[in-house]
């Protein structure tokens, strides 16, 4: 599944020996869900931007994605470089700029630590009639089995959530850049 990672993240490298970030957090993905279960990637693109432009942007980041705790800075009018020349008194928002940009995707491999599955309950199958709760919009209702210590078998089934990606937003197409 391919989805934009929100937000607006900027550094700078002005009080920096040389013109490299490292170690710079692009996306935080939770081990409570099982995307670090599998391989990801992300496609990072990285824009230079004029001393000007970093502080639009800087300033914008910090009004919209670090606001709510105790020390904080207030809110406070972001001005850009764009004007109402009909009406210099009217507000106008936003900044514009042309700027060099390159691109690299990154590819995660699956966690090391443990990571939560999605939560499925299951129902035991005894017969036909236990499938009877379900209702046609849950068809087809996925059913498996356990081995028993013993030997015997328990047929359970589940939702088609809990074994069909796509039922989650996923895909079964291989995306063009994916590399094995």
């Known amino acids: 599944m391919t989805k934009e990672v929100p937000g607006i993240f900027t550094a700078t ?6 013109d490299v970030l ?8 939770s081990t409570e869900s099982d995307r670090l279960k599998f391989r990801y990637s992300l496609l990072v693109r990285e824009y230079s931007l004029s001393p000007d432009a970093y502080e639009f ?3 914008l980041e910090k009004q919209t994605q670090k606001t709510g ?3 904080e800075s ?11 020349v009909s009406n210099p008194d009217r507000i106008a ?15 995660v491999d699956p966690s090391p630590y443990p990571v939560t599955d999605i939560v499925c309950s299951s129902d035991t199958i005894r017969g036909t009639g236990d499938l009877m709760p379900y209702p046609p919009s849950a068809y087809p ?17 589940s939702n088609q959530r809990c074994f069909d990606c796509l039922k989650r937003g996923g895909t079964n197409v291989k995306p063009d850049f994916w590399k094995d």
């Open 74 to 84: 207030q809110p406070y009018m972001i001005t850009g470089n764009i004007k109402c």
């Open 22 to 29: 490292k170690n710079f957090k692009l996306n935080y993905v």
């Open 93 to 107: 928002l936003g900044f514009f700029s042309a700027s060099g940009v390159s691109q690299k995707r990154i590819f």
């Open 141 to 157: 209702v996925y059913m498996y089995y356990f081995i028993l210590p013993s030997g015997g078998l328990v047929r359970v089934a």
């Open 69 to 71: 705790g105790l020390y």
């Open 57 to 59: 942007w800087s300033g």
């Open 13 to 18: 490298t002005r009080d920096m020996e040389g």
